[in-house]
């Protein structure tokens, strides 16, 4: 009891609640900061957290969302999503749906390697994306392919 009370009387007990007090605060800053910044991390595709996500240009971040929706086989989010209006209104979305099916029939699954924003000219984004389509029958192709994407109510098209 009496080191407790000498411990107490000399300050080294006050400091130490200072010192659990700061780090209290800085803990609490960095969790704000996580819950903040984790939204934007959030790739609009399937709403998974994804740390590369966050960093890409919304141009980017729309191309990738396009790969993932194609590799999820899932031509319905393109066409709701990623489609302009001008050729929604060339299109129906069942002819849409079923020319999409026909072309991803026999793909295993594709995967973008490299991703980067050229950027801004012309009222269009230029991106560019590396990828690698697997077949079911094995065989792997890889591409390099330029994609223009518009602006349209907030959200990028390709």
């Given at each position: 009891m009496k080191i407790f009370s000498l411990y107490k009387r000399s300050g080294i007990f006050l400091q130490g609640s200072r010192f659990r007090g700061k780090i209290f605060s800085i803990l609490l800053l960095i969790l704000s900061v996580i819950i903040i910044?984790?939204?934007?991390?959030?790739?609009?595709?399937?709403?998974?957290?994804?740390?590369?996500?966050?960093?890409?240009?919304?141009?980017?971040?729309?191309?990738?969302?396009?790969?993932?929706?194609?590799?999820?086989?899932?031509?319905?989010?393109?066409?709701?999503?990623?489609?302009?209006?001008?050729?929604?209104?060339?299109?129906s979305r069942e002819k849409y749906l079923e020319e999409m099916d026909k072309v991803l029939s026999g793909v295993a699954g594709i995967e973008v390697t490299k991703i980067v924003y050229l950027g801004y000219e012309n009222e269009m984004s230029k991106v560019v994306a590396?990828?690698?389509?697997?077949?079911?029958?094995?065989?792997?192709?890889?591409?390099?392919?330029?994609?223009?994407?518009?602006?349209?109510?907030?959200?990028?098209?390709?």
């Open positions: 910044f984790s939204t934007p991390g959030c790739r609009n595709y399937d709403e998974k957290f994804d740390v590369v996500y966050f960093f890409k240009t919304e141009p980017e971040k729309a191309v990738l969302d396009f790969f993932q929706a194609l590799d999820s086989k899932d031509p319905d989010f393109i066409y709701t999503n990623l489609l302009p209006d001008r050729d929604k209104n060339n299109i590396k990828f690698e389509i697997s077949y079911e029958n094995g065989e792997l192709e890889k591409h390099k392919k330029y994609i223009y994407l518009t602006e349209e109510n907030g959200s990028w098209k390709i």
